[in-house]
């Protein structure tokens, strides 16, 4: 890894926009909102922290960060753009499901009594949205998009509807609708910069799936769209509603654990799910998925090519292959270039955005990474295996993080400071540091013993009956529920609901386009590097990736 005092000068081709491009409007403020979340709210368990010197030490109570929610406020009208794995998910947050979906739900509890999710998703507050269009260029989603949007009761196999959202063959179509109010785009990543440019443009407020963009020019394209407009944005990073983040958030910033100079994320994943290889739907193929439309016009894909090109980049896109249809391309587009930003824009982005929040992170002054496709042999192009290190010398202080996707070994976020270190998965673990200045009376007393986890707080997590292992890898680091006023929540749910309610009360959501914009440099910068095989490197003046 090349020093961080050396100078580098070639920057990356097309990085920033032409000022011809850009447009000279007034920039909305950027106020972040907390989201809806309480930090100390929720009573523990008797079995979360036994220690009474431990919780008179780090247990203090933290201001609620809870959103308010405006009794009455206006109905808005939804287009959802992209009803796949993560865009159903999205709806059932919202409160729509497929009457398949309640069903199964119904039959997991007769199944399992001490299985609550249908009860859960039937007592979910009334977000009082309407979702009024739909598109998916795969003829099955679309269809049961229009199932889940019309279930306003929440009904099984069954049911019979007389009002059902307009279902559009191109996304345009729906952004056009002046019955939409905001859209929520839960498409592959090639398209995410393009739709959010676009939604901006017409005035429609915009929820999208993380990572923000798919390539470099484009994230100050998409920044300028989002602030040059009056919409309000929110990127998918449901983290920013855990509660044990916000607890080690305020910890951190109270000095409990002292300078902090290391943060370790990982990913570690054994399972092809796990790694993208998702089922081929039996009904993908030529005559039900619109290709062309997926894989984008060829002004578009020539732009992208040219590119990748300039920053000798080609070999890892695969042009020819655009012109036939493939299903493995179509369900399992994450594994390669061509639509993804592989580990470091779809699972690193998760870690970086928790630590961000906590930490308030910024975007890094330089990036090295390192992998390859060490176990899936598939023709994929990402890498299945990545090590990457995020250098932040304004504050001292490094990030690594580790993914590999051919083991399960579980590793917690790890943020360590001088006196103690805070270990984050389902729980908030905290272990002294056995040279901490803070804590070295307790210690020399035989009150604290170092190196174990001294301090705990879970927020009462409850893991049942989730479908796949990918749902148990997020579940297990704490991102799938949260805990309000001693109620458990959907984090997505949680997360939808505050943009909605930044939408009616104008305000601006916690992750808006300013911390979109951070996560989505950081990770570029990473997956650069990568690709590259140097240091990169963020002139903050200049606002500008460049080379080492």
Same mark, same amino acid.
């Given at each position: 890894?090349?020093?961080?005092?050396?100078?580098?000068?070639?920057?990356?081709?097309?990085?920033?926009?032409?000022?011809?491009?850009?447009?000279?409007?007034?920039?909305?403020?950027?106020?972040?909102?907390?989201?809806?979340?309480?930090?100390?709210?929720?009573?523990?368990?008797?079995?979360?922290?036994?220690?009474?010197?431990?919780?008179?030490?780090?247990?203090?109570?933290? !201001? #609620?960060?809870?959103?308010?929610?405006?009794?009455?406020?206006?109905?808005?009208?939804?287009?959802?753009?992209?009803?796949?794995?993560?865009?159903?998910? %999205?709806?059932?947050?919202?409160?729509?499901?497929?009457?398949?979906?309640?069903?199964?739900?119904?039959?997991?509890?007769?199944?399992?009594?001490?299985?609550?999710?249908?009860?859960?998703?039937?007592?979910?507050?009334?977000?009082?949205?309407?979702?009024?269009?739909?598109?998916?260029?795969?003829?099955?989603?679309?269809?049961?998009?229009?199932?889940?949007?019309?279930?306003?009761?929440?009904?099984?196999?069954?049911?019979?509807?007389?009002?059902?959202?307009?279902?559009?063959?191109?996304?345009?179509?729906?952004?056009?609708?002046?019955?939409?109010?905001?859209?929520?785009?839960?498409?592959?990543?090639?398209?995410?910069?393009?739709?959010?440019?676009?939604?901006?443009?017409?005035?429609?407020?915009?929820?999208?799936?993380?990572?923000?963009?798919?390539?470099?020019?484009?994230?100050? %394209?998409?920044?300028?769209?989002?602030?040059?407009?009056?919409?309000? +944005?929110? %990127?998918?990073?449901?983290?920013?509603?855990?509660?044990?983040?916000?607890?080690?958030?305020?910890?951190?910033?109270?000095?409990?654990?002292?300078?902090?100079?290391?943060?370790?994320?990982?990913?570690?994943?054994?399972?092809?799910?796990?790694?993208?290889?998702?089922?081929?739907?039996?009904?993908?193929?030529?005559?039900?998925?619109?290709?062309?439309?997926?894989?984008?016009?060829?002004?578009?894909?020539?732009?992208?090519?040219?590119?990748?090109?300039?920053?000798?980049?080609? !070999?890892?896109?695969?042009?020819?292959? &655009?012109?036939?249809?493939?299903?493995?391309?179509?369900?399992?587009? &994450?594994?390669?270039?061509?639509?993804?930003?592989?580990?470091?824009?779809?699972?690193?982005?998760?870690?970086?955005?928790?630590?961000?929040?906590? %930490?308030?992170?910024?975007?890094?002054?330089?990036?090295?990474?390192?992998?390859?496709?060490?176990?899936?042999?598939?023709?994929?192009?990402?890498?299945?295996?990545?090590?990457?290190?995020?250098? +932040?010398?304004?504050?001292?202080?490094?990030?690594?993080?580790?993914?590999?996707?051919?083991?399960?070994?579980?590793?917690?976020?790890?943020?360590?400071?001088?006196?103690?270190?805070?270990?984050?998965?389902?729980?908030?673990?905290?272990?002294?540091?056995?040279?901490?200045?803070?804590?070295?009376?307790?210690?020399?007393?035989?009150?604290? !013993?170092?190196?174990?986890?001294?301090?705990?707080?879970?927020?009462?997590?409850?893991?049942?009956?989730?479908?796949?292992?990918?749902?148990?890898?997020?579940?297990?680091?704490?991102?799938?529920?949260?805990?309000?006023?001693?109620?458990?929540?959907?984090?997505?749910?949680?997360?939808?609901?505050?943009?909605?309610?930044?939408?009616?009360?104008?305000?601006? #959501?916690?992750?808006?386009?300013?911390?979109?914009?951070?996560?989505?440099?950081?990770?570029?910068?990473?997956?650069?590097?990568?690709?590259?095989?140097?240091?990169?490197?963020?002139?903050?003046? !200049?606002?500008?990736?460049?080379?080492?």
């Amino acid at each position: 890894m090349s020093p961080n005092n050396n100078k580098p000068t070639d920057n990356i081709p097309e990085n920033k926009p032409s000022e011809g491009r850009r447009n000279a409007l007034k920039t909305l403020a950027t106020i972040p909102v907390l989201g809806a979340m309480a930090y100390g709210v929720y009573k523990k368990k008797t079995t979360e922290n036994k220690n009474h010197l431990a919780g008179s030490i780090f247990n203090t109570e933290a !201001k #609620p960060a809870v959103m308010d929610v405006q009794p009455g406020g206006k109905k808005i009208r939804i287009g959802i753009i992209g009803y796949g794995g993560r865009g159903s998910y %999205l709806m059932q947050a919202l409160g729509f499901a497929t009457p398949e979906y309640i069903s199964n739900l119904k039959e997991l509890t007769k199944n399992d009594p001490d299985n609550t999710r249908y009860k859960d998703f039937l007592e979910q507050d009334d977000l009082n949205v309407e979702i009024t269009g739909v598109c998916d260029i795969f003829e099955v989603n679309a269809k049961n998009a229009v199932l889940a949007g019309a279930n306003l009761k929440r009904e099984g196999k069954g049911a019979k509807f007389t009002k059902t959202p307009t279902v559009y063959k191109n996304y345009r179509e729906l952004l056009a609708a002046p019955d939409i109010d905001a859209v929520i785009i839960g498409t592959p990543d090639h398209w995410h910069g393009t739709m959010i440019i676009e939604a901006a443009r017409v005035g429609k407020h915009i929820y999208v799936e993380k990572p923000l963009t798919w390539t470099v020019p484009e994230t100050y %394209l998409v920044e300028e769209a989002v602030k040059n407009s009056n919409v309000v +944005f929110q %990127l998918g990073h449901q983290g920013r509603q855990i509660e044990i983040n916000h607890r080690a958030k305020q910890m951190i910033a109270e000095g409990m654990i002292g300078k902090v100079t290391l943060v370790e994320v990982t990913t570690n994943r054994n399972d092809p799910n796990g790694a993208w290889v998702y089922d081929i739907h039996p009904e993908g193929n030529p005559s039900t998925i619109d290709w062309k439309q997926y894989e984008g016009d060829p002004q578009r894909i020539k732009e992208y090519m040219d590119y990748m090109t300039s920053a000798g980049l080609a !070999k890892y896109v695969g042009p020819d292959a &655009r012109d036939k249809f493939s299903p493995e391309r179509f369900f399992r587009w &994450r594994c390669w270039w061509d639509y993804s930003t592989g580990l470091s824009g779809d699972l690193f982005t998760h870690e970086y955005d928790a630590m961000n929040h906590i %930490l308030n992170l910024g975007i890094p002054a330089s990036a090295s990474s390192a992998g390859g496709v060490y176990f899936f042999k598939d023709g994929r192009t990402v890498p299945d295996v990545l090590q990457s290190t995020f250098l +932040f010398d304004d504050q001292d202080l490094c990030l690594n993080y580790s993914a590999t996707l051919a083991s399960q070994n579980e590793r917690p976020r790890i943020i360590m400071g001088t006196d103690a270190t805070i270990e984050l998965g389902g729980t908030l673990n905290v272990k002294v540091d056995p040279s901490s200045k803070k804590y070295r009376d307790k210690i020399d007393q035989g009150l604290i !013993k170092p190196g174990e986890v001294f301090y705990r707080y879970a927020s009462g997590k409850s893991i049942d009956a989730l479908s796949s292992p990918t749902e148990k890898y997020f579940a297990e680091r704490g991102l799938l529920f949260s805990y309000v006023g001693g109620k458990r929540y959907n984090t997505t749910f949680l997360h939808l609901r505050e943009w909605l309610e930044c939408i009616r009360q104008d305000k601006q #959501p916690s992750c808006n386009i300013q911390a979109a914009f951070e996560e989505a440099i950081t990770a570029h910068m990473g997956t650069r590097a990568y690709l590259e095989g140097r240091t990169m490197y963020w002139d903050k003046d !200049k606002r500008v990736i460049t080379r080492g």
